[in-house]
Every structure is written in structure tokens, then in C-alpha cells.
């Protein structure tokens, strides 16, 4: 059935001579109602709202006095009652809503202050399921969207960030709201309700095993808005998704220019990569350029470390993003700064290391609290015309990995601890990914290529390229290679064998993996398959 329309347009102003403030988090509670209080506006409330305003002193009337009904089961059923949502879907200026309204005593709501149970928060503690059902927020969305609606007649405030504000319009109003300002509110406070039902059910489909719901959402809060995206052509925002993640989005920004479109997911790439590696066992650094790693290394230091990933490639690593799993130190910091650097990312960082990189005002300082577990399950989402794509996070950890050796020579132990680095390292290395690997660190890396065979040769050359400048050894002689995806052919393999490398690990599972084994054994390689693929796109 069809709705009509309505033949009463919005007032561009509207008094406020009611609210109802019925808040879980009371953050600003008392200072919002005390500056609603002395315009006059008469204060309605509920339960622990209504006995901090008591506390502080306020008059305020009690629900039930609206609705002529006490809270009942708990105080599960209080607000869901025609005496409430009359008074906020009651449109004034429609003689025949005035009129029902004054026929049942329904008083008109002009303002309401509502914001909801911690749902999210609570499933976050590791709650039971009783406790986060019963964290199900029922009259507050209902209240939100109905006095939402009515953005015509009543101003919703959801997020204690707005009060003073509000206060503020207020008075310059003369006690009345503006249209423009309400509808703003209201966008909000969908936004708000859209984002606590996303919330609900994506938690009610994990609780049910379901890896593909019917309908699947997602929400996200503001966190900036940024001068532009990929290109300046292009608008962009940086939402946190709530998830509390270790990493860029929950990171504490200690100084430096505002991060870019590009700066963000260029550092969460880096730190997801550097996650890889246990801080417990060994210090590694990985140093980023457009979401691919030029150089990663571990070390007994950071400093060791970031000294060896700088070296596989120089070049690019100018203008980079450099992760850190340990807390950046002085020693770390003061070689870091020597090359232009857009961000660094650690977990923590000393106060010497900070007064170094505060040397240089343009270079961000991010600091995470922690790594991310790089094994844990997760979502991730990616844009198609007219669709999501929607996945489980690549958990895939090769020391969880049954490694099986396919050829006649077996890996020595050195070649292995080089196999299992270049196999973590391609799992963050944009597809066709090849990385060559010796000591621990990176030597040489190929990256999104259309053929395998010319990752391998853009691998070695840049080995090359960056022995030159060093005027040392070519470091993919003796080294271990890593490819993300199985060798279709046998001259991905040979290209890899031109360049010296003498140990080889693959997914495995090609038609033709006994024409690239005995390829293998025709030069002596060892090669270890891992039966999983790291596709990256």
C-alpha cells in the first residue's frame, strides 16, 4: 500500500519544550540537562538516567507519568508504549495527528537524547550469550528511528559529542532547533540504529556458524575525513570498523602531518606483514612502498634488522612505510630517519626514539599497543560494480603448514628457517609474487606480475640492481626462493635457478608438478611444498 505524502511541510524551526533523555553511557548527561533545564524545557527520563538528574539537583519527570504504565520485566518493556512514540511520531502541523494526540493525552517530544546498550562492547569482553542478548538494545532503536523519522518536529541527539553544541544552537536559536540541523541529527542517528543492527547480526551469524548469511552488513564509525583518495580527484573518509584490531585504524598518531588515503593502506599493509614475525623470537622490520614490501629482515635488533631490509632495495624503500614488531628504539630511530619515510608504525616507542623522529615535523609516528595476531579469523570486503566481495582473512600461517620436501635433496636447516621467511613474506606480496630470501632477510622481490616467470626475473634484477649500489655480491646466489602460487611450468623454476637460488617453496598442486620437480632434482634444489596458496590482489 502506498504511503501519501505529506501535506504539511517541515517547520524550518521548531521550539523545544520536551525532552526525553534515556542514555546508557551518561557521559555530558547532566550538563546537557542542566542547559536544557534553564531554557525551560521539561526534562522526561528513565531509570538510571532519571536518578543522575535527580542526583544533580534537576527536576525531571519520570516516563510512566507519559505513559501511565510503570517499567515491567526488568526494565525490558518502559518506553515501547503510544505515550512515547506518539509524542515522537506525532507530526504537530497535521490537524488529525494534533488532534489524536490531544484526544489520548499525548504529550509532544521535541528532543530526545538516547543512546544504546553496549552491545559490541560486550560480545568484545567474551561475554556468555545470555549476557550479550540481553545487551540487545530494544526501546532505544525503536525510540531513534521513530523520533528520527519525525526529524520535522524533533531533534534526536545519539553521541554526547553533540551536546555542547546543540546547547550552543539552541541559544543562538532563541530555544528553537533549525530544520537543516535536525535532518543532520537524524542521518546520524540511523547511521547509529544501521550500525548496531549490522553489529547484532553479524554476531548472531557466528554464533550460528553461518559464513554467508541471507544479508550481510557492515558499519563503520567515522575516524577522519582526508584531503582526497588514491587521487586527488577523488574523495575519501577513514571509517574504524570497532573491531579493536591492532594496527593503523586504532593506532595513536604521536606526531607528523595528517595520514593520506594512500599513507593508511600502505601502513596497514606493512604492519599486518611485520605481525608475521613472533617479537618474542626475533626482531623484524618491513618496509612498504604502494602495499608491496621492498625489503623485509629479522635481526637480533631493529636496527640490525631495518638495516638488512633497506638493503634489498634502496630505491624504492625512498618515500616508504616502515612496521617495526618491537618497540622502536634510539639506535632504530636514528637510522629510520636517514631515508625520507612516510610513516613508522610500531607497537611502542621510547622517548628518545620519538625526540629523534620529532626531528623530522612531516614524518608520522604511529604507535599500535600491539601487534595483531596475524593467525586470528576475520572478514575482509572488497568493492565490485553492484556487489561485495566478502572473504575470510588469509590466517594461513606457514608454521602451522605440513611442509613436505618433493625433491631428492632436502632443504639444509639454514635453507629451511630462508624457505618458511620467503613463504610469510609472499603471503603479503601483491600476485604473481616471487621473493627471494637469504639470512633472514629479502634479497630480491617480484611483485604483480601477469606471469610468474617475470616476477622471478623482476626479483633478480632488482637483487642486481641493489648489489651494484652496494658494490657487494649479488645476494640470490645461495639464496631460498618463495613463490605464493604453484609453477605452472618448470621456467618460473629455472628462472629462479638462473638466479641462483639453490632452495625452493610453492603451494604445489599443478598438473605439472613432476615436470618442475624434475627440473628440481636436474639441478639440485631442494624444494618443499606447502599445499597452501597466498594469492594476494
Not at 179 to 188: I, V
Not at 239 to 244: A, T
Not at 405 to 420: G, I, N, Q, Y
Request: hydrophobic content about 45%; proline content about 4%; overall charge negative.
Amino acid at each position: 500500500m502506498a504511503v501519501a505524502a505529506n501535506r504539511y511541510p517541515a517547520p524550518d524551526r521548531h521550539p523545544v519544550r520536551r525532552a526525553l533523555l534515556s542514555v546508557f553511557d551518561k557521559t555530558g548527561l547532566v550538563d546537557l540537562a542542566k542547559g536544557l533545564s534553564a531554557r525551560g524545557v521539561e526534562l522526561v527520563s528513565t531509570g538510571g538516567s532519571r536518578a543522575a538528574l535527580e542526583a544533580a539537583g534537576l527536576p525531571v519527570r519520570d516516563v510512566s507519568e507519559l505513559t501511565g504504565f510503570p517499567e515491567i520485566m526488568d526494565g525490558r518493556v518502559k518506553t515501547l508504549h503510544p505515550g512515547v512514540h506518539g509524542g515522537l511520531l506525532g507530526m504537530r502541523a497535521d490537524p488529525a495527528h494534533a488532534k489524536a494526540m490531544q484526544a489520548h493525552g499525548i504529550a509532544g517530544i521535541d528532543l530526545l537524547v538516547v543512546n544504546l546498550y553496549p552491545f559490541a562492547e560486550t560480545v568484545a569482553s567474551g561475554a556468555e550469550p545470555a549476557a550479550i542478548i540481553e545487551n540487545i538494545d530494544i526501546g532505544g532503536p525503536a525510540m531513534i528511528r521513530a523520533g528520527a523519522k519525525n526529524h520535522a518536529f524533533v531533534a534526536v541527539l545519539t553521541d554526547p559529542a553533540d551536546y555542547s553544541a546543540f546547547l550552543e544552537a539552541l541559544g543562538t536559536g532563541n530555544g528553537e532547533t533549525e530544520l537543516e540541523h535536525r535532518r543532520r541529527l537524524a542521518g546520524k542517528a540511523y547511521g547509529l540504529t544501521a550500525a548496531y543492527d549490522a553489529a547484532v547480526s553479524t554476531w548472531f551469524a557466528g554464533a550460528t556458524g553461518e559464513t554467508a548469511p541471507a544479508r550481510q552488513s557492515f558499519a563503520g564509525e567515522l575516524a577522519s575525513t582526508l584531503r582526497y583518495g588514491e587521487n586527488p580527484h577523488q574523495s575519501a573518509a577513514f571509517y574504524h570498523d570497532g573491531s579493536k584490531r591492532a594496527g593503523v585504524a586504532t593506532a595513536r598518531q604521536v606526531q607528523g602531518k595528517e595520514l593520506s588515503y594512500n599513507n593508511i593502506n600502505d601502513t596497514d599493509a606493512a604492519f599486518e606483514l611485520v605481525a608475521e614475525f613472533d617479537p618474542a623470537r626475533t626482531a623484524a622490520v618491513a618496509i612498504i612502498k604502494h602495499a608491496n614490501p621492498c625489503g623485509v629482515a629479522e635481526g637480533a635488533t631493529l636496527a640490525e634488522a631495518y638495516a638488512r631490509a633497506l638493503a634489498c632495495d634502496p630505491v624504492s624503500a625512498f618515500g616508504g612505510i616502515v612496521a617495526l614488531n618491537r618497540r622502536l628504539d634510539a639506535a632504530s630511530a636514528a637510522e629510520i630517519v636517514k631515508v625520507f619515510t612516510e610513516v613508522i608504525i610500531a607497537p611502542e616507542a621510547d622517548e628518545e626514539a620519538i625526540a629523534l623522529v620529532a626531528a623530522k615535523k612531516n614524518l608520522r609516528l604511529l604507535l599500535t599497543g600491539g601487534l595483531p595476531d596475524a593467525g586470528a579469523p576475520g572478514l575482509t570486503v572488497k568493492s565490485v560494480a553492484g556487489g561485495l566481495l566478502v572473504q575470510s582473512r588469509d590466517d594461513g600461517l606457514v608454521d602451522r603448514l605440513d611442509l613436505k620436501v618433493v625433491t631428492k635433496r632436502a632443504p639444509s636447516e639454514a635453507e629451511m628457517a630462508d624457505l618458511r621467511f620467503a613463504f610469510r613474506v609472499a603471503k603479503h606480496v601483491k600476485s604473481n609474487a616471487i621473493v627471494y630470501a637469504k639470512g633472514l632477510a629479502t634479497v630480491g622481490i617480484g611483485a604483480g606480475q601477469m606471469s610468474r616467470v617475470d616476477s622471478a626475473r623482476i626479483a633478480a634484477r632488482k637483487a642486481e640492481d641493489a648489489a651494484q649500489a652496494a658494490g657487494g655480491p649479488i645476494l640470490t646466489k645461495g639464496s631460498a626462493v618463495a613463490s605464493d602460487a604453484f609453477f605452472p611450468f618448470a621456467d618460473g623454476l629455472l628462472s629462479a635457478v638462473a638466479a641462483g637460488a639453490t632452495a625452493v617453496i610453492q603451494p604445489g598442486g599443478s598438473m605439472r608438478d613432476a615436470e618442475v620437480i624434475a627440473a628440481a632434482d636436474e639441478h639440485d634444489i631442494a624444494m618443499v611444498f606447502t599445499g597452501m596458496r597466498h594469492f594476494r590482489h
